[in-house]
């Protein structure tokens, strides 16, 4: 009986092509359709960022004044480039020139957030790198390098990414709170209100399943019982984290549902049901 390969492999060859695995020409040998999720993935994402990329610089249909709706691809609007009324902390900064993002303050942010999100990772490692694409099939890379070096080394700062998210989501439920308003002034609620606060909670709720939001509440602890109220937001952000894809897919629905629905009442296209106001 021969012994077991223990050296490493050989740079230049990983993965199924390495020196330690069996001789096998094929890339992979499943034959279920193991290409499926990624292409979805990539489709996915794909329409996300074509359709959030053209939303955040049309500058057009982002504010409703009747009842204080903004979407939240243009909060905080800061500038004094954004329609009377939208401003809800002041325009601190002057005239945009049109290929600045009104949303310019915290869309950078978001989408470090994101790129450096731990289910997001994976998907686009799969989808987009096909590093590996799927259990058992060969990746394309001679070398693995890891997250070692730039520009991989960056997704070790998602941690300070969920901090300024956490500030993020507190702006979009101030908006939320803003966005139950009436015509004529005072409390008003219509589909709108529903649908910015229905985002606003699933923000919140993607926010602090984050993997790194459970290590903050409960990571470097000897022992629980010493710690009772980290240890109850401990359960409590590994509940949510079981939902962690779940919870991101849904976020990117509701971005867009609530985007659009805004635009659609801020350009006429259709009005706002009221329930009340
Ligand atoms: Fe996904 Fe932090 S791991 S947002």
């Known amino acids: ?5 223990t050296s490493a492999p050989e740079t230049g060859s990983t993965g199924v092509f390495s020196k330690s695995r069996a001789a096998i020409a094929a890339r992979t040998l499943r034959t279920d359709r193991w290409w499926v999720p990624p292409l979805v993935t990539v489709l996915g994402l794909a329409a996300f960022i074509i359709y959030a990329t053209i939303r955040s610089f049309m500058r057009d249909d982002y504010w409703v004044p009747d009842y204080h709706y903004l979407t939240p691809f243009y909060s905080p609007c800061i500038s004094d480039s ?5 401003s809800h902390f002041g ?15 915290v869309l950078p942010f978001l989408l470090l957030f994101r790129l450096t999100c731990y289910y997001y990772r994976k ?9 590996p694409p799927a259990c058992a099939v060969a990746e394309p890379h001679a070398k693995y390098t890891g997250e070692t070096r730039l520009p991989l080394i960056i997704q070790n700062a998602h941690r300070y990414f969920f901090y300024i998210a956490g500030i993020v989501a507190v702006i979009n439920t101030y908006d939320a709170v803003l966005s139950f308003h009436a015509k004529d002034g005072g409390f008003g609620i219509g589909l709108g209100t529903i649908i910015i606060t229905g985002n606003a909670i699933l923000l919140w709720a993607y926010t602090l399943s984050c993997h790194s939001c459970r290590h903050i509440a409960g990571g470097r602890l000897k022992n629980f019982s010493a710690h009772p109220v980290r240890y109850w937001f401990w359960t409590q ?13 849904t ?11 805004v635009m659609l009442v801020a350009g ?10």
């Open 237 to 249: 952000v590994s509940k949510l984290n079981t939902r962690h894809m779940l919870l991101a897919w």
């Open 251 to 261: 976020t990117l629905g509701t971005l867009v549902l609530t985007d659009f629905y």
């Open 91 to 105: 325009t601190p900064v002057g005239e945009l020139p049109a290929w600045i993002p009104l949303g310019f303050l």
């Open 1 to 5: 009986m021969s012994a077991a390969p």
């Open 82 to 86: 954004c329609v009377a009324g939208s």
């Open 268 to 277: 006429g296209t259709i009005s706002d049901p009221r329930i009340l106001g």
């Open 123 to 131: 998907a686009y490692y799969r989808a987009v790198w096909f590093s």
